[in-house]
């Protein structure tokens, strides 16, 4: 999350330099690309135990996935061409001080529109937890303004733009996605217990709401023996597909996403991916913030660059590679990759 693909390839340089002169290195990771690109062996855990080692030139990215889910998983996003629409959420100008009073964010402007994905890849730490603390309600801007379906909401917290239609995946799902002692109830409640069908003359329908906290369990997989079972007894991809559950279930017109499947296996990444793309083929936006360079990539129609609190390229999929995303992300090349105009 803090390197650039160049500084990766740096790093896999150092580490074939020390296996040559004889060191042994275990490398832990769950992605695919980086057990490809520096490995000799593989092995693969799964629920603490072997499930099985290959020689890595002899086995593929599926093999493996499959090895860890235990299933045939999709390693590729099924993805067909947007059909963007109008500006669903629009910031202009935006300016705020990080905590060592620094610009965290230095005039960020973007637009993100009905029927598309909208990927922001950066180094972390260059903006993004502040552009989605301001786009969301939690921080309000020194300078510059927010627009929700039109309205400026820049002044409001985070419930009335809740309830005009936007929505929420945070990156911390203990933090702020769950509370981790409340029933997989009580966890759907959140954000919803005052609006209908979940309560009704100021008194919260629980029944109803276990009823349809166990449709969403269904329908999202998620894997718990009841839906009175604490959010905590689940595991971090049941976690992640409840909250994903109840933030879609309020059918947004804006979806911010952020680190969606961070710490997640290949099958509940594959989930994630379908689902939202699902979402903006009903014609939602979707923000998408990953530190994963990939995800961005095979996620977004359009994809925007973060560098120190600024916006460094806007790209529509498919036109950039890996290595000018990479320079952008390092600061680098910023006067060949000027933000693209519409």
């Not at 007894?233 to 976690?239: C, D, W, Y």
């Not at 689902?275 to 095979?298: C, N, P, T, W, Y």
Request: some cysteine.
């Amino acid at each position: 999350a803090l390197l650039t693909p160049q500084e990766v390839d740096e790093l896999y340089g150092v580490l074939n330099r020390l296996r040559e002169s004889g060191d042994t290195i275990i490398f832990i990771t769950h992605k695919l690309r980086e057990v490809a690109a520096i490995s000799d062996r593989v092995t693969v855990i799964h629920r603490g135990q072997t499930v099985g080692t290959r020689n890595t030139g002899e086995t593929t990215a599926s093999q493996l996935a499959e090895m860890m889910v235990g299933r045939a998983v999709s390693l590729r996003v099924d993805r067909p061409p947007a059909h963007p629409g109008e500006p669903v959420l629009v910031a202009e100008d935006l300016h705020l001080k990080g905590s060592q009073g620094h610009a965290a964010l230095d005039g960020v402007d973007l637009e993100l529109r009905r029927g598309e994905i909208l990927g922001i890849c950066g180094v972390e730490g260059n903006g993004q937890a502040e552009l989605i603390e301001v786009l969301s309600g939690l921080r309000r801007p020194q300078r510059g303004r927010v627009l929700l379906k039109g309205q400026d909401v820049t002044v409001t917290g985070p419930n009335p733009r809740r309830r005009m239609g936007l929505s929420y995946i945070p990156e911390d799902r203990h933090g702020r996605g769950l509370v981790l002692p409340f029933s997989l109830t009580e966890n759907v409640l959140l954000g919803n217990a005052e609006e209908k069908p979940f309560s009704s003359g100021g008194r919260i329908d629980y029944p109803l709401t276990r009823t349809l906290t166990e449709r969403l369990m269904r329908a999202f997989d998620v894997r718990a023996p009841t839906a009175d079972t604490p959010a905590g007894a689940l595991s971090g991809g049941n976690q992640q597909k409840l909250i994903i559950a109840r933030e879609l279930h309020r059918e947004p017109d804006a979806l911010l996403a952020v680190q969606p499947t961070r710490g997640l296996d290949v099958g509940a990444i594959e989930f994630v991916h379908k689902q939202l793309v699902a979402e903006r083929d009903k014609g939602r936006g979707v923000l998408l913030i990953s530190f994963d360079l990939d995800e961005v990539m095979d996620l977004s129609d359009r994809i925007l660059v973060i560098w120190e609190g600024r916006i460094v390229g806007d790209f529509l999929s498919g036109t950039v590679t890996r290595t000018e995303l990479g320079l952008l992300m390092g600061g680098r090349g910023l006067d060949e990759h000027a933000p693209a105009a519409d």
